[in-house]
């Protein structure tokens, strides 16, 4: 009787199926902790937008809040200095209007100076980037809706 080389096929399929059973069991888990990080991303980032509209408010309180991510940002580097279209407040990153799977928005209210600003942010994929949608108003309070915003009215649920 010859010694037997290497693995029968059973015992491969076997191996096989083992490792199937273990990738079935993580990748569910792996895709809801993916969804948690874009969504706590998420939150910091509102949060971050609620500080720059306070800020900016602040700095240019004849021009009130501001109307857009892209007067938030800016490059200020060296001698350049913060201006009402370019205030350096937040990241590039973040006045692309997409992070971590979401998108984010922010307004102000029509009127000089602006005394409101609504700011929110949509799961880019709904279920796969992220459940939530979560805004902010000028309390400054970050709430959350299961439903996409257009807007935030400040009657969505406060994020406890």
Not at 22 to 28: L, T, V
Not at 52 to 63: E, K, L
Not at 147 to 159: D, I, M, V, Y
């Amino acid at each position: 009787m010859q010694k037997q080389r290497g693995f029968s096929l059973i015992e491969l399929l076997i191996v096989v199926a083992i490792i199937l059973i273990i990738a079935a069991i993580a990748i569910p888990n792996l895709l809801r902790a993916r969804i948690a990080a874009n969504e706590s991303s998420a939150v910091a980032s509102v949060r971050t937008l609620n500080t720059a509209q306070i800020s900016y408010n602040s700095a240019y309180p004849t021009v009130g809040f501001a109307g857009s991510l892209s007067v938030l940002s800016g490059t200020c580097t060296g001698t350049t200095i913060p201006t009402t279209a370019s205030a350096c407040l937040i990241d590039s990153q973040l006045a692309s209007g997409t992070k971590s799977g979401y998108s984010f928005h922010a307004t102000a209210t029509a009127s000089t100076p602006a005394s409101s600003y609504s700011a929110w942010a949509n799961p880019q994929t709904q279920n796969t980037t992220g459940v939530r949608s979560f805004c902010s108003v000028a309390d400054a309070v970050v709430r959350y809706s299961t439903s996409s915003l257009s807007s935030c009215a400040g009657t969505e649920t406060p994020l406890q």
